[in-house]
């Protein structure tokens, strides 16, 4: 099994910068994505951000030019950095890695972290 482990949330103000990560361990072969997602109150969960390994980055409009993903292969983890935050930021955040398990099996699978609250005050 694959466990993912967020960290970094927080309350800021408008304006302010957090920076999440992501730690992904267990029965790991290779990762092919990881990402960001978020869920409001009232709201569908979307993507935030998306890494694919040996890919560039792609970001939803909302949060372009503000938020950066980054990612270290070697160590299975990836960050999200925020800056100049908006109360329309306020969400629980996801991790999500798309885990390929084994060496013998090529299915690909997609995993979720617990989620963490990120609030923005105006």
């Known amino acids: 099994q694959v466990q993912l482990v967020e960290s970094g949330g927080g309350s800021v103000q408008a304006g302010g910068s957090l920076r999440l990560s992501c730690a992904a361990s267990?029965?790991?072969?290779?990762?092919?994505?990881m990402g960001w997602y978020r869920q409001a109150p009232g709201k569908q969960r979307e993507l935030v951000a998306v890494?694919?390994?040996?890919?560039?980055?792609n970001y939803a409009d909302s949060v372009k030019g503000r938020f950066t993903i980054s990612r270290d292969s070697a160590k299975n983890t990836v960050s999200l950095q925020m800056s100049s935050l908006k109360p329309e930021d306020t969400a629980v955040y996801y991790c999500?890695?798309?885990?390929?398990?084994?060496?013998?099996?090529?299915?690909?699978?997609?995993?979720w972290g617990q989620g963490t609250q990120v609030t923005v005050s105006s």
């Open positions: 999500n890695a798309d885990v390929r398990v084994s060496y013998s099996r090529t299915t690909v699978y997609r995993y």
């Open positions: 890494i694919p390994r040996g890919d560039s980055a």
């Open positions: 267990g029965s790991i072969f290779s990762i092919n994505a």
